[in-house]
Nanobody, 126 residues
Framework: QVQLVESGGGLVQAGGSLRLSCAAS????????LGWFRHAPGKERAFVAG????????YYADSVKGRFTISRDFGKNLVYLQLNSLKSEDTAVYYC???????????????????WGQGTQVTVSS
């Protein structure tokens, strides 16, 4: 199994920034890519960004392109999501998830991900 632990959420004003971290442990060799998803009240869980462990190929949802940046520290099994220029509509619980699907671009459907963290709340006040 792969264990994932997110951190870095919080309350921030619109226009502000946060950095989320996802620490992976366990059988990380089974993980091809890590994705960040978010789940806002009344909405479905949605893909935000993803990155492959090997080539660090990064992908973003259109709604966050140019504002969010995903990166990874391969040696430390850490994935980061830098959130800049935050908007009230970015408010959600953010989850990192691991997929073993070895495809590029990486998959964006939640059901294609095998392991999930517990989530971290991001609240953006306007």
């Amino acid at each position: 199994q792969v264990q994932l632990v997110e951190s870095g959420g919080g309350l921030v004003q619109a226009g502000g920034s946060l950095r989320l971290s996802c620490a992976a442990s366990g059988r990380t060799g089974r993980s091809y890519a890590l994705g960040w998803f978010r789940h806002a009240p009344g909405k479905e869980r949605a893909f935000v960004a993803g990155i492959s462990w090997d080539l660090a190929s990064a992908y973003y949802a259109d709604s966050v392109k140019g504002r969010f940046t995903i990166s990874r520290d391969f040696g430390k099994n850490l994935v980061y999501l830098q959130l800049n220029s935050l908007k009230s509509e970015d408010t959600a619980v953010y989850y990192c998830a691991s997929t073993a699907r070895r495809v590029l671009p990486i998959v964006r459907i939640p059901s294609e991900y095998d392991y999930w963290g517990q989530g971290t709340q991001v609240t953006v006040s306007s």
